[in-house]
């Protein structure tokens, strides 16, 4: 009987090794269990060690991590994965895997962070100057910061020591001429890194997509969004971030050969296209969601806001937006059963619900003209700019508008929360300023200007573009090529 054990756990063990799911590393934090496949009843001897996305993170005796899908676990031990989850995000994380954080929400897990900031605003712990040209937020995985810039004509994927803010490695994307794309607002890339199974995911602004070591840098593979997908570029570039979800990353090269991709994230080889689905590109992020008890990607198109399944790429919902246009930017929302979407240049927001299977409007409005600063979800309340609105509140089922506030310094920018407050962006002057997450009216407690500011940007039209991110009871903020680090803990 415990031979046989044996072999089950070794069975296990081998099928992480061929599914190439098993990396180098080690985390601080690690509890001990048995885990035992759903189907076959394998189990394997492993140290618990996080969740990023649907993957569970294992440590295994020699110290190696690999990672298992979480709908392949007894379901006891996804029981166990989600319980630990919550205790982590109830007592704040340290990690930010990809753009808008692990769920996409752009909510982040932090705890005890000030709710007022002194005059100047928080403490600088340090600033990185070599960033390159670009509008990548960062993102932070095991105590290591990673986002894409263009340095002497390449787009690189940037890594630093994110308690130092010193480089510890760069690889190249492919090269940057700076053309395919309107630079006139800017070169270099767009979209944030993804970062899962110790591997780094990034996309060019003319539709290079890389997957590298993130321990080194080291490349494992590389795909064209236009020449392997027939994919176009946007009129300003692909800007979107990899959604790396268990055994797929996917992305959007948009197009008549499938407008949304699932590739395996080892190799870069597709799974499959959604060939019913045929719009091209805009500047959107896809969204997983679970909606009665299926996976589904939601994307975002100039006229189509869409739902494809998971498994195989499948046309499940689309709902019209006939009022997009120039551009569509923000990511949507998904908070049960239901889908928020944006858009600027006066086009509006419209809620959906969709676990009927098809979409049907619940409202349609003009409050909320994100451009491209995004929305965040709190509560039963939607925050972000709108075009000249200022900073708006609305509340999500209904569309109604709770408060808005406008003025110098709140014209318009990136809106991201944590702990009961939104941390803004204005786009024109750089100004950071603090606002509690509540529908009863407009609350500032701190603001501050970036110490410096780029030269990079001198002779074009870009602002302050890059969304703010907190994590680890740190502020990060960019320029171009200055990346700032606060400490905002209280």
């Known amino acids: 009987m415990e031979q046989m054990k044996l072999r089950k756990r070794n069975s296990a063990w081998w099928a992480l090794a061929a599914a190439g799911v098993l990396w180098g590393g080690s985390l601080d934090e690690a509890q001990a269990r048995t885990w035992t496949d759903a189907t076959t009843g394998t189990e394997i001897e492993a140290d618990f060690a996080g969740l990023e996305g649907g993957t569970v993170k294992l440590k295994l005796a020699n110290g190696k991590i690999g990672g298992v899908p979480l709908e392949k676990l007894c379901v006891a031990d996804q029981a166990f994965v989600k319980l630990e989850a919550a205790k982590g995000a109830a007592a704040g994380g340290s990690d930010w895997p990809t753009w808008r954080g692990a769920d996409r929400s752009d909510r982040s897990p932090d705890k005890g962070l000030l709710k007022k900031w002194p005059p100047g605003g928080p403490k600088l712990l340090w600033t990185f100057t070599e960033g390159g040209k670009g509008y990548s937020s960062p993102v932070l995985v095991d105590g290591r910061l990673y986002f894409t810039g263009t340095r002497d004509g390449k787009a690189e994927i940037i890594c630093l020591d994110a308690g130092r803010g010193k480089e510890l490695w760069a690889s190249a994307i492919g090269n940057d001429p700076e053309d395919g794309y309107n630079t006139g607002w800017g070169g270099g890339p767009r979209g944030a890194p993804t970062v899962s199974g110790g591997l780094v995911y990034a996309l060019s602004a003319n539709g290079e997509l890389a997957c590298v070591d993130a321990a080194d840098g080291k490349k494992k593979w590389s795909k064209n969004l236009v020449e392997d ?262």
């Open 229 to 490: 997908f027939g994919g176009k570029v946007p009129g300003w570039g692909y800007s979107e971030s990899p959604l790396a979800d268990g055994e797929q990353l996917i992305v959007t090269p948009g197009g008549k050969k499938g407008a949304i991709v699932a590739l395996d994230p080892n190799t870069g080889r597709t799974i499959w296209s959604s060939g019913d689905l045929t719009d091209g590109a805009q500047y959107s992020s896809v969204v997983p969601a679970e909606v009665n008890g299926k996976r589904q990607y939601i994307q975002l198109f100039m006229k189509t806001l869409a739902g494809v399944d998971a498994k195989d790429g499948k046309l499940l919902w689309t709902s019209k937006w006939p009022q997009g246009r120039t551009a569509v930017i923000p990511t949507p929302i998904y908070h049960d059963g239901h889908v928020y979407m944006t858009s600027g240049y006066g086009a509006g927001c419209k809620l959906v619900k969709i676990d009927g299977g098809d979409a049907e409007v619940v409202w349609e409005n003009k409050v909320m003209k994100n451009h491209h600063g995004g929305v965040v979800r709190v509560a039963d309340h939607v925050y972000g700019f709108s075009d000249a609105m200022g900073v708006v509140c609305q509340e999500f089922m209904t569309g109604e508008k709770k408060w808005n506030e406008k003025g110098e310094g709140k014209q318009k920018g990136a809106v991201h929360y944590a702990d009961g407050m939104l941390y803004c962006l204005n786009e024109g002057d750089g100004s950071v300023f603090l606002v509690e997450a509540t529908p009863d009216g407009y609350k500032e407690t701190g603001r501050f200007s970036l110490p410096r500011e780029t030269k990079l940007r001198e002779g074009t039209k870009g602002k302050v573009w890059t969304h703010p991110v907190v994590i680890g009871g740190r502020l990060y903020l960019r320029d171009q090529d200055l990346l700032f680090c606060y400490d905002v803990k209280e």
